[in-house]
């Protein structure tokens, strides 16, 4: 016999874990499905001969008061992972327009200079361009949420234009744009940028957490169990179940399992258009999901070093001429390539020592790249970013034990189908660009009774992992909300 749940969770990431463990927690039957071994998505930890890390370079934002506070609270589960940002965790390193990158001195904790002074510096702003940066990061700090929303149709680079700022500013947000949101600034919705601003104005960043960044998607997952749902580990589901036209349960490699609710966490496009199937949708709805516009990717390479070399646990490393607007990534995809290439480095071991053997290390180094798991210009960009670490940290050659390369391919492989062509190792799931986001952001909720979506996609808003959480907790109440329906109408 078919064994039924009040509501079925298709993909353990951070929005698919975090909204099944708050169903079960909130007294809902729930089952939580993942193909992989682990729960955590594309932020999962891994681990290999004592190194645990994740696929590419991951932190997060906020760091305080985050959605992951929130649900680990609920979950009364907050001993159970510790959400590390220790001070002067990261560093910006800003080429200017030479790429001539200056090394922050080695970290001391006593005397690291955070927030704006420290940008100020970093950024090398003059006493003459101070008034109109000041004026900007003041206005997007303080910006009122209606007026915030009026910014869903306006770019970033659009409003940026309101003000004159000077170069460095700007490269600063157009590096700001690829790394937190893997998307051109000349597209990014204001609107998501100026949220984003506010909270790690008020939260700050570089956010990681003890035992591996996806530790949080476990503890998510093992909450599930603790409040009496089920948790099934390598059951890649084959198809959503529709039966007059409404949910009814999933199909797996491990058997059918029926409910009147099931939420995908595998991504939109993947759901209608593979999980579920076009035919039980109407054809305009089809059309507007396939022509959703992902976000870029990340690819790059994982460093396991014989001894430390990096004392920090974040870097980013961007020029005037490296970050990613549009045209920019066009002239890239043809082959003319930039001189320097935004880096980012994550160290695991700097956060939590645990996660290395002792005296060693492993860096995670990521840059840009185009979502397209069949894109035949890998070893272009592996070969630049593998220029950048031989520039900025050159002893990292002598002592690197063993090297693995990361692309848009294994990113599909791992984490989400490749359901329509140029898609499916995209970064974070739907782009956040004009057009995608706010008022225009794809509702949870889709047009086949008991059928939602949670994750990047749909839901939330902010910064990667943080906005799948925050995808989870709404999604989370709307689940809630038509699960107390049925029971009362029944």
Same mark, same amino acid.
């Given at each position: 016999m078919d064994e039924a749940f009040d509501a079925i969770v298709v993909g353990a990431g951070f929005g698919g874990s975090a909204c099944a463990a708050l169903l079960s927690k909130r007294g809902l039957k729930t089952l939580l499905l993942e193909k992989n071994a682990v729960a955590g998505g594309k932020a999962m930890t891994m681990s290999k001969e004592g190194f645990?890390?994740?696929?590419w370079p991951v932190v997060g934002g906020p760091s305080l008061h985050s959605q992951f506070h929130a649900v680990l609270k609920e979950l009364d589960m907050e001993d159970e992972v510790e959400l590390l940002t220790p001070p002067g965790i990261g560093a910006l390193l800003y080429g200017g327009s030479a790429g001539h990158y200056e090394m922050p001195p080695s970290r001391t904790e006593d005397q690291e200079e955070e927030g704006a002074l420290a940008l100020v510096k970093q950024l090398g702003l003059?006493?003459?361009?101070?008034?109109?940066?000041?004026?900007?990061?003041?206005?997007?700090?303080?910006?009122?949420?209606?007026?915030?929303?009026?910014?869903?149709?306006?770019?970033?680079?659009?409003?940026?234009s309101r003000y004159e700022v000077p170069q460095s500013v700007y490269s600063y947000f157009g590096m700001w744009s690829n790394i937190i949101f893997v998307?051109?600034?000349?597209l990014l919705a204001a609107s998501e940028a100026i949220r984003t601003h506010q909270d790690f104005a008020k939260g700050g960043a570089m956010r990681y957490s003890s035992g591996g960044y996806g530790r949080v998607a476990e503890v998510f997952a093992k909450a599930v169990e603790r409040y009496g749902g089920r948790v099934i580990t390598r059951a890649r589901v084959e198809r959503i179940m529709v039966e007059e036209s409404a949910?009814?349960?999933?199909?797996?490699?491990?058997?059918?399992?029926?409910?009147?609710?099931?939420?995908?966490?595998?991504?939109l496009q993947p759901t209608v258009l593979r999980l579920v199937g076009e035919q039980h949708f109407d054809k305009a709805y089809v059309s507007y999901v396939k022509g959703l516009i992902p976000s870029w990717g990340i690819m790059g390479l994982r460093y396991f070093l014989s001894r430390p070399v990096f004392d920090r646990g974040a870097y980013i490393a961007f020029a005037d001429g490296s970050y990613m607007d549009t045209e920019r990534f066009l002239k890239a995809k043809a082959g003319e390539m930039p001189e320097d290439v935004v880096t980012f480095v994550v160290v695991p071991s700097v956060y939590d020592d645990t996660l290395a053997p002792e005296g060693k290390q492993c860096a995670l180094v990521g840059t840009i790249c185009s979502p397209d798991p069949d894109a035949p210009d890998a070893e272009m960009w592996w070969g630049k970013l593998e220029e950048m670490v031989d520039k900025l940290w050159p002893e990292v050659a002598e002592c690197t034990e063993s090297k693995e390369r990361y692309s848009s391919y294994h990113v599909s492989t791992l984490t989400r189908d490749h359901v329509l062509p140029g898609q499916g190792?995209?970064?974070? #799931? &739907?782009?956040?660009?004009?057009?995608?986001? @706010?008022?225009?952001?794809?509702?949870?909720?889709?047009?086949?009774? #008991? &059928?939602?979506?949670?994750?990047?996609?749909? @839901?939330?808003?902010?910064?990667?992992t943080h906005q799948a959480v925050d995808s989870g907790v709404n999604v989370a109440a709307l689940v809630e909300r038509e699960h107390l329906t049925r029971a009362s109408m029944v």
């Open positions: 645990s890390y994740e696929f003059t006493a003459e361009e101070l008034p109109q940066a000041g004026r900007l990061f003041a206005d997007m700090t303080s910006m009122p949420m209606e007026e915030i929303e009026k910014l869903d149709d306006v770019t970033l680079t659009e409003f940026l998307v051109p600034i000349d949910a009814s349960g999933v199909v797996t490699e491990q058997g059918t399992f029926r409910a009147p609710i099931v939420i995908s966490n595998a991504g190792g995209e970064c974070i #799931g &739907l782009a956040q660009i004009v057009g995608q986001c @706010g008022s225009d952001k794809p509702s949870a909720r889709s047009p086949i009774r #008991g &059928l939602f979506y949670v994750g990047c996609d749909a @839901g939330g808003h902010g910064c990667g």
